[in-house]
């Protein structure tokens, strides 16, 4: 069998090749971010990173793209949009329904996102003129995407730290592959919101200490999936019924004008995830959880800390019906379950 026939693969050719693979928009950069590791430091020295240890842990490589792996020579950055198709919001307004981040209402787009992004790579070494080696990465993975997608020229970070595109919103995922090829860089993106202020004032906690900065600890996003045991006091009632992640500051967005319809079916809402009714979700027991959450993000910060969270938007729904139901939980084995039933039954019958 003769060999397949190489190909020179220019910025044109592989972004036409993305595209066909269900990417919304391809930039080209290198693996250095000059100045990142101070940023980085300071904003774990302010402690905004609150409970993810795994940023201290891994700040070599996080603050220094190169470090994570010195043979790469460029990096091919990519976004896959998952713009939702109803508003984003509708859910916070049916309290006794829990509220679910848009991203996480279908399939993993961990597991969707990297199985793409190695098929592209495998296209690009398989067809390379030169030997070329790849290595993706997505979310997971020591990689601080945003900042190198804002190098790409892929879009900037918004005054809410999330990355922002004007020819795609903020409604979309960061892939990365880093590769020995030299690709030409594009130019880097610069920030565009001008006096513009409404994903600040559309946080429920305050989250920002200033524009272009977060602090995670007050972030919803961080609260409901990152942190591990009580939330605070002060903050449980501004949770609302959001019960895993939100979506605030990216719905209120202008540039979401130019957001582009999702290509990637599984990312649609699943029927029980769109607005799910917190009476069908508080009772689940680990097995029952792991079962209806499988393939989804949710599965990933287990019972436990789902169920707290369930509790809180009980608590705030002011529907002492739900009295009842949740009174078994106080005596639940895990601690932090029994806290947040205990604190729901208090704010219902206040």
């Known amino acids: 069998m003769s060999k397949r026939a190489k190909i020179n693969l220019s910025k044109e050719v592989i972004i036409d090749r993305a595209i066909e693979e269900g990417f919304s928009l391809v930039k080209f950069t290198t693996p250095e971010l000059p100045g990142l590791d101070k940023k980085l430091q300071e904003f774990v020295d302010a402690g905004y990173h609150g409970q993810m240890k795994w940023m201290e842990e891994r700040m070599n490589w996080r603050g220094n793209p190169k470090a994570l792996w010195p043979e790469a020579k460029s990096v091919i950055v990519l976004a896959e949009s998952y713009s939702p198709d109803e508003d984003p919001m509708e859910a916070i307004k049916h309290t006794d329904h829990g509220a679910v981040s848009v991203y996480a209402r279908g399939k993993d787009y961990h597991d969707l996102v990297k199985k793409r992004l190695k098929r592209l790579g495998r296209w690009i070494v398989e067809n390379a003129e030169d030997d070329a080696q790849i290595k ?133 809402a699943r029927d029980d995830l769109a607005s799910p009714p917190l009476r069908d979700l508080v009772a689940l027991n680990d097995a029952e959880f792991r079962q209806k959450f499988s393939g989804s993000p949710i599965k990933r910060i287990g019972r436990n800390r789902f169920v707290r969270n369930v509790l809180y938007a009980i608590g705030n729904s002011k529907n002492r019906d739900f009295i009842p139901t949740i009174t078994p939980l106080k005596e639940d084995a895990d601690a932090t379950v029994a806290d947040a039933a205990n604190w729901a039954i208090n704010a219902l019958k206040q």
Not at 154 to 161: E, F, P, R, S
Not at 226 to 254: F, M, Q, T, W
Request: hydrophobic share 40%; aromatic share 10%; proline share 6%.
């Open 136 to 268: 993706v990465f997505v979310d997971t993975a020591p990689v601080m995407e945003k900042p190198l997608a804002q190098k790409a020229g892929l879009g900037w970070q918004g005054k809410h730290t999330n990355l922002l595109s004007r020819e795609i919103g903020n409604w979309f995922f960061i892939g990365s592959i880093f590769t020995t090829l030299e690709l030409e860089a594009d130019k880097p993106e610069v920030e565009k919101c001008g006096s513009c202020r409404k994903c600040l004032d559309a946080c429920p906690t305050d989250a920002f200490p200033a524009p272009f900065k977060i602090d995670a600890r007050k972030c919803i996003s961080y609260l409901t999936i990152e942190h591990n045991g009580p939330v605070d006091l002060e903050l449980r009632s501004k949770l609302g019924n959001r019960i895993y992640g939100c979506d605030d500051c990216l719905a209120a967005c202008p540039w979401n004008k130019f957001a582009v319809e999702a290509t990637e079916i599984r990312y649609a």
